[in-house]
């Protein structure tokens, strides 16, 4: 947790500029079919996704001169199984491992902000 929180801090400075953004696109693998999926999400909106209920609460990315990086913030539910949040966190589209969902038939990362 310190790691990811070092992290942050230097993807975005407190006197960085970062842009927020409407859409989060979300690619989304089932691992027993194989299949992967890229959905648009919008900001604030919550997606049922096959067994999966994925809600979008920030984007945010950097600005066009820096090192390009985008972050979301999600909140990912399982609903056939309880209401209990299996994942909130931040996510990052250059590194997926530094804070990944874990699941045992999704994967889920990001791509984009836009």
Not at 34 to 42: F, L, V
Not at 83 to 89: A, L, R
Request: aromatic share 12%; with cysteine.
């Amino acid at each position: 947790m310190k790691k990811l929180l070092i992290f942050l801090a230097l993807l975005f400075p407190l006197n960085t500029y970062s842009a927020l953004s409407e859409y989060a696109n979300i690619i989304v693998l089932d691992k027993v079919t194989a299949n992967t999926k890229t959905y648009k999400m919008r900001v604030g909106k919550n997606y049922a996704i096959d067994s999966l209920d994925i809600f979008v609460q920030k984007c945010d990315k950097t600005p066009p001169e820096e090192i390009p990086e985008s972050a979301v913030y999600i909140n990912i539910v399982e609903p056939e199984k309880s209401q209990d949040v299996i994942f909130k966190g931040w996510m990052f589209a250059s590194n997926p491992s530094i804070n990944s969902f874990e699941h045992a038939v999704y994967d889920v990362w990001l791509k984009s902000c836009e």
